[in-house]
């Protein structure tokens, strides 16, 4: 026994070289990893008073917050306006306000943020932003709390649990194979295994939650439930019983080994706090994460049994000794992929005719025009032909679709690149566009001032956001649905077509050139901006 125990501590001196050596390799990946997995599984605070910094394995926290409010004693929204204020050509007009509520008085996003900058929560926020929206604040706050405890409860069942062995999954691959990309946080998802692996977890958790009332049965169960995790990044379909007795196999007599990895932590989190905790960031949590990984697969070899491995630790990919630049390899997986869906066979990839993307540019345009006819009865009582033509059409939608279409036809394999490459050309255009017509005919047809982020009035961050779904929708559905629609037009039929739209269009800006369409509804005199500066300045009182 002596010999086993003295052999088991060398190997641990062993595993925290091995861990800070897999740290290095891709290091920027490994930091992104852990800090994407500390935001979304250990909430996130908009407020100093309630900013906590955990130490735990799964990095229960939000340190990033922390830094930040620490530092500076602000909310997330005046950070973010702060960092963009740096830039002179980009100044964010707050008008009179003196505090986020007050800045923030338009738009959906404007009440989310308020909700979550007052209560310093996230999920109080979002709840009392819905409750504000829909319900006018009329549902106590006691039911608020319920259906906060309620979903919270689902997330950490179906989201947080799920990513916390999805990071595990990324760790024990990454060890060997150094091209691992961050999708294997959705590794349960990709397989279809959420239900059981969401059971296994939740089970983990009650039986923790129980044992921690004995204090000292919970620090033991707390190491003997510590590789379930793990376990269940290589055997997603384990059964329950399985895991636990298999986590409590591995953990036996090594408690101490990984208490005292802990410890070595713990300095390094103490020291981090005269970092702002950047340490942890940066440093410590990645590296904790590798040791993890690498006590995990150490103690797969040294306490299972062939039998074992053959028939509930089967992933032997995992296990070769010489490190690899490639990827895990896809074929080596032996649990069955979940069969995808193909109800929806588009082909986004193509390319479109010169007549499409005329046909195209007057699609968008029209319903550019009829959401924003709309949306201006539904929130302003008015009936109104929106836009500086006098036509059924909004040249900018029409322009900001054939960009999207044509020029970012080489970010469409990466529907979350494209996403936010739209989101970018929007912003330009639509600032641009905000910025030459006021230039042209001293008037304004929006204004965004009062909501979140908004710049000089002329963007904001909730319209670009639509602006990006709406743009990822047409380059993948709306597109090639219309332009199948389109191919059942003849070449005869669709020139003309063609032709006489664009030549309406031509007249329409003609005329609008030196008759631009203004009016109630349309566009925003001076004295509207007079009236909202002062209805800003009475809820400042």
Partial sequence: MEKRTSYIHLELKRIVKDSWTAFKKHYFMNVLIVFMVSIIVGGYSFSTKNAVIGTSSTVENAELQAVYDRATGKSNAEVIEDLINELEFLHIDTRLAKSTAQKYSRGVVSVFVNEITSSGSVGFGV????????????????????????????????????????????????????DTKPDKLLFVYKFGKTNNVAKVMFLRYIFQLLWNFTIIGGFVKRYEYAMIPYILAENPDIEWKEAFKLSKKLAFGEKRRIFALDLICFVGY?????????????????????????????????????????????????????????????????????????????????????????????????????????????????????????????????????????????????????????????????????????????????????????????????????????????TYIFAPMLDNLYSRLTMKSRKPICIVLVALFLVDAGWSAFHPNKGAGVTIGDSEVAAEIEAIKETAN
């Fill in 127 to 178: 709840l009392n932003g819905i409750n504000s929206l829909l319900f006018k604040d009329k549902i106590s706050r006691s039911i608020v709390i319920f259906c906060f405890a309620a979903l919270l409860l689902v997330f950490n069942i179906l989201v947080r649990n799920i990513l916390v062995v999805g990071k595990c999954r990324y760790f024990m691959e990454h060890r060997r194979y150094l």
């Fill in 270 to 474: 103490i020291l981090s706090s005269f970092t702002y905790n950047f340490l942890n960031v940066f440093v410590v949590n990645p590296v904790k994460e590798c040791a993890y990984a690498e006590i995990y697969m150490t103690l797969r070899e040294l306490k299972t049994d062939p039998e074992i491995k053959s028939k509930l630790l089967f992933d032997e990919t995992l296990t070769i000794p010489e490190l690899v630049k490639n990827a895990y390899p896809e074929d080596a997986y032996k649990i069955s992929t979940r069969i995808k869906r193909t109800w929806i066979k588009i082909d986004y990839e193509r390319d479109y005719s010169f007549t499409t993307i005329i046909l195209f540019f007057f699609s968008f345009a029209f319903v550019g025009w009829v959401w924003e006819v709309f949306y201006t009865l539904l929130n302003e009582g008015v009936l109104a032909n929106r836009g500086t033509l006098t036509g059924p059409w909004l040249p900018i939608y029409g322009f900001g679709g054939l960009i999207i279409i044509v020029l970012l036809k080489p970010f469409r394999k990466n529907p979350l690149v494209m996403f936010g490459v739209t989101v970018v050309a929007c912003g330009i255009l639509e600032y641009l566009t905000s910025w030459v017509l006021e230039l042209l005919f001293d008037a304004k047809w929006w204004d965004y001032t009062g909501y979140f982020l908004n710049i000089n009035g002329r963007i904001c961050l909730e319209g670009l956001f639509v602006f990006g779904l709406a743009g990822v929708g047409f």
